[in-house]
């Protein structure tokens, strides 16, 4: 069975009020989203990462069992649930609380307790420069023998050191097949498309927000699309669900590193659609709940 994992952090998104409401908490973190996506979607996906045994953990635990999400190779720990509150007035900011949570403090990769060896690894956000998670991932990245896909999903206000964050990503990008980045996440980075391409990258995706989304092939092609109209709730998760969509469309073609370059940007565009139209549901709806596959074929 072909397997899509994404691996890094959990934690609970703390949203604004509803009118008259009280702030709530629900799961999210950037490859723990792009996961239950996946999994919503219909393909076969593991999450690897270390969840905590509190109660918002076990919120965590729940959400991914339920979304159909394989567990057995995730862990399980003491350390407290790392928590993002949201706020939107004015405009859309997080408060991190971080310091020694769960999702920093992976030991091990155990691949055994899944159902069968993974062909597609997708990480990025937190979980590629924090904690002992962050060796972890990369030296596990750096043996794996599929398709590895990364979202760096940059946080500045969390980059205490810039430093150790380049280590982690450029081991990353020297071994990633598929890099979605936003115009934000580029520009903070300091890199050119052709930059990363040049890396040996097979596909660069840039999404554009309400203006959809584009990719750049190493062979030299470029596809765009637009972003479907909807009423905007907001944009949690948005990322996580494009890239969640992008894995199952490589998951159904049987994407490997030996064949991705040979995807035509026919398939790129038709790949580009199903995940901003995947997006721009998550994005009507509060909070990172993103889409089941029936509900896109009833739409």
Known sequence: MSLIVCAGESLVDILPA???????????????????TAARLGAPTAFVGRISTDRYGEMIWSHLHDSNVILGAAE??????????????????????GDGTADTA?????????PSAPTILHSGTLGIFRGRTADTLATWM??????????????????????????????????????????????????????????????????????????????????????????????VGAGDSFCGALLV????????????????PDWWEASLRFAVGVAAVTCARPGADPPYRRELLSA
């Open 249 to 264: 469309r490589l998951h159904e073609a049987a994407a490997t590193p030996d064949t991705i370059a040979g995807l035509d």
């Open 142 to 235: 750096e043996s794996f023998a599929g398709l590895v896909s990364l979202d760096p999903n940059v946080r500045p206000a969390l980059i205490d050191d810039p430093g150790r964050w380049w280590s982690y990503a450029d081991r990353w990008l020297a071994r990633a097949h598929l890099v979605r980045g936003s115009d934000e996440d580029l520009d903070w980075m300091g890199l050119e498309i052709n930059d990363i391409l040049d890396r040996g990258t097979a596909a660069v995706v840039r999404t554009l927000g309400a203006d959809g989304a584009e990719v750049y092939l190493a062979g030299g092609g470029h596809r765009s699309v637009p972003a479907p109209p909807i009423k905007f709730v907001d944009a």
């Open 18 to 36: 509803d009118d008259g409401g009280t702030r709530r908490a629900v799961p999210g973190g950037g490859p723990m989203n792009a996961a239950i």
């Open 76 to 97: 399980r720990g003491p350390e407290a649930t790392a928590r993002a509150e949201v706020f939107v007035d004015p405009v859309q900011r997080f408060e991190f609380h």
């Open 106 to 114: 992976l030991g091990a990769i155990r691949t055994e307790a899944l």
